[in-house]
């Protein structure tokens, strides 16, 4: 299966490759007819037997002491390096050793010009008035530079923190009134623009230069609206850099057309913009995958990008649908499908409701907290929020309780959550009456609260999965492995609780008060205690093995494909699992894997791994095999597949971090901030290094040569020493 990827790509390029192999071959074979005419030529002039051999003289440095000779040429140290001599033979170099030549130079006007200038420069003093101005020049422009960089650093700071270009002005006056030596010179927002401009360049080019060394690659898209209701779609690439895999920002194009013609155009313009000698189109030779969510217009196989992108660049390029949006999907089918999970969703949505929308239900919540003597943290929401850990987040929230109080009388979270509930029920609108009775029965039962001990111990789980699929670094091996010791944690969570989890402590909790009346942070719950503490209550045991069973069998059906060893059809990217070394058997003669994927080295690095490099993670172990020699020579075949397995675009999380940088840059206090601008402006605060480490040199230099008219950047500072008092 893999090696039919590079057997499809040697047929897609091999007329141009034939090509190309034989011009090298004639070149190198002397066949070619244009280079032998030169070189003919050539040695007929050097050879022709009219012309007359002359030597230099060593006597001739006596009879001019301003002569040199170097390298076959004789050179003028006077003329040499002034201005005044211009493109003068003894500047370059004079290959003609005539004492002629020597004398007509040195009775020429340039060079007792260059003479003159040559030996006052040697005997003047240090002291002379010349020698002071040009140390005040060479001075004065070390200070220009060193507050150009400060202007610099404060723009990269605006850049990198997000702030407006108005901040400029203003931040350049604090300056100076702590006391820093600073013009006012190009002290406003436009020039602010300019120099981030200039700083995104820069980090663009490296970038470009980065596109061009790596061997593969693999393109994530999403699409977005921004405040301005533009429709944008912003791409990135994943690449192996040092042996790690890593996503850079390319760029964010508007959208002419929101169907997928329209964004394969997008892809291609931010591909361009970085890269416009390639006119957008050779990366996609070096194109292996494409990552996406799972939207039809961007994974159809009849009319999606994918589609387009196979039938241009080549039918091998694999599609990858994010991990996390596929976790996400298995966690709303649990939620539709289980009625107890149900109903935890809309109480704790409707608990956020209450206090997110209303000032007063927020504040007399706090006010019976503090005289309870309980912390309260506000309600978190689960509905409206992409990723599960907000989910995990809000449960916490909800039962939170202290660590050194009494589980059954010291009151919590839920029970002042459920005591301000009661007293809403009697007060205030209708519709808050009514949801605050729902609420409060909800809260009251004892199913309801097991059930939400035992959720949070599984979202608990569930979100450890989400963040490490949300890794930018994570690998196709480590995803595997987290997956399954998920569904082995969560097929545990039937029969038994979580060490130390929430559940563990409530079913502690229920254990010493046996089947009497029980409390929760001081609040007697209603309803059958019998089995709680040990899960075999029937309607409990129900709703814990059906959640199970439905999130499990969810995650199983959206990541089976890569967890199905019994699988007689493997796809490419089950394939590279063989490169999971946590699984390789002890016995290497034993395959273990899928024939198609093992090359003349095998073998060798299987037994190299086991015996010396076992302890190393995943991303350490490639690190250091990509990198350090001799494993780079002695593997280079199996390592040209862990690339094309380093750069698999499993996950598209970074594509929701640039849209919601971008919503915090482009605000609606700046929407009218330009596409070309914010990207800049993201480019940077996404992947520009830390203030710290930032140097403002490259910037400067850009800045100042980028002009069509020369800078003045102590114009206004003329201003105070070109005052005439009359």
């Not at 039938?311 to 289980?338: D, F, N, S, V, W």
């Not at 309780?401 to 459920?418: F, N």
């Not at 490169?579 to 034993?590: E, I, Q, S, V």
């Amino acid at each position: 299966m893999i090696l039919s990827y590079f057997q499809r790509k040697r047929e897609t390029k091999g007329g141009e490759d034939t090509d190309e192999r034989n011009v090298t071959k004639n070149l190198e074979s002397g066949r070619t007819d244009k280079p032998q005419e030169m070189a003919t030529s050539s040695i007929s002039c050097v050879t022709d037997s009219s012309s007359k051999v002359y030597k230099f003289k060593s006597d001739w440095i006596k009879l001019f002491p301003w002569l040199h000779f170097e390298n076959n040429l004789m050179f003028c140290k006077y003329c040499k390096g002034q201005k005044q001599a211009g493109n003068s033979a003894f500047v370059t170099g004079n290959p003609h050793f005539k004492k002629d030549s020597l004398t007509k130079h040195n009775h020429s006007k340039q060079h007792i010009t260059c003479r003159d200038a040559y030996l006052i420069r040697e005997k003047k003093p240090a002291s002379t008035v010349t020698a002071a101005l040009d140390r005040q020049v060479m001075l004065s422009e070390v200070e220009i530079r060193r507050q150009l960089k400060i202007k610099m650093n404060i723009a990269y700071f605006i850049a990198k923190e997000e702030e407006p270009f108005i901040k400029f002005g203003p931040l350049i006056t604090l300056h100076k009134k702590n006391g820093v030596d600073i013009n006012p010179t190009y002290d406003n927002h436009v020039r602010c623009a300019e120099m981030i401009g200039q700083i995104a360049d820069l980090l663009k080019e490296s970038l470009a230069a980065k596109l061009r060394t790596a061997k593969h690659f693999a393109v994530l898209i999403d699409g977005d609206t921004d405040i301005s209701n533009t429709k944008c779609e912003i791409v990135y690439v994943r690449l192996v850099e040092g042996g790690k895999p890593v996503t850079l920002l390319v760029g964010q194009q508007t959208l002419d057309h929101s169907h997928a013609i329209g964004v394969l155009d997008a892809t291609k313009a931010a591909f361009n913009a970085v890269c416009p000698e390639d006119n957008g189109g050779s990366w996609m030779k070096k194109l292996i995958s494409f990552g996406a969510d799972g939207a039809s217009v961007n994974m159809g196989h009849r009319g999606g990008v994918i589609a387009l992108l196979q039938r241009e660049a080549g039918e091998y390029i694999l599609p990858i649908h994010c991990m996390p949006h596929r976790l996400e999907l298995a966690i709303l089918t649990l939620q539709k499908q289980e009625p107890m999970v149900c109903q935890v969703y809309d109480l704790l949505h409707l608990v956020w409701k209450t206090y997110h929308f209303s000032g007063k239900s927020k504040r007399e919540l706090r006010q019976l907290g503090q005289a309870l003597g309980v912390d309260v943290c506000t309600p978190s929401t689960v509905k409206g929020t992409r990723w599960i850990p907000h989910i995990h987040r809000a449960l916490k929230v909800f039962l939170r309780h202290g660590e050194d109080k009494d589980l059954a009388t010291d009151h919590g979270q839920y029970s002042i959550v459920l005591q301000h509930m009661e007293h809403l029920a009697s007060a205030g609108s209708v519709e808050l009456q009514g949801r605050a009775k729902k609420v409060k029965r909800g809260m009251e039962s004892a199913l309801f609260c097991v059930f939400c001990h035992f959720l949070s111990d599984m979202f608990e789980e569930l979100s450890s999965l989400s963040l490490t699929l949300q890794r930018n670094d994570l690998i196709l091996p480590q995803a595997t492995s987290e997956l399954r010791k998920t569904f082995t944690r969560l097929e545990g969570l039937k029969s038994r609780a979580k060490s130390g989890g929430m559940l563990e402590k409530i079913q502690t909790m229920l254990a010493q008060h046996g089947d009497d009346e029980c409390r929760f942070q001081g609040i007697p719950l209603k309803g059958n205690l019998a089995g709680l503490a040990d899960l075999t209550h029937p309607q409990l045991k129900k709703h814990v093995g059906a959640a199970i069973n439905i999130g499990v069998t969810e995650l199983k059906n959206r990541f089976g494909g890569l967890l199905n060893d019994e699988a007689k059809v493997k796809t490419l990217v089950q394939a590279f699992r063989v490169f999971n070394h946590d699984t390789w058997p002890d016995d290497h003669g034993r395959s273990g894997c899928d024939l198609a994927a093992v090359q003349e080295e095998w073998q060798g690095l299987k037994i190299l791994v086991s015996q010396n490099l076992k302890d190393k993670t995943y991303n350490g172990l490639w690190e250091t095999m990509l990198t350090k020699e001799p494993y780079r020579e002695d593997y280079k075949n199996i390592l040209e597949l862990v690339q094309l397995m380093l750069v698999l675009p499993i996950l598209a999380a970074q594509c929701e971090r640039g849209f919601s940088a971008q919503n915090r840059i482009k605000s609606s206090k700046r929407s009218s901030l330009a596409v070309s601008t914010t990207e800049d402006l993201m480019r940077i605060t996404l992947e520009g290094p830390s203030l710290e480490d930032y140097d403002p040199s490259p910037a400067v230099d850009r800045w100042i040569n980028s002009a069509k008219r020369a800078r003045r950047p102590d114009y206004k500072k003329m201003w105070d020493r070109d005052v005439v008092c009359v």
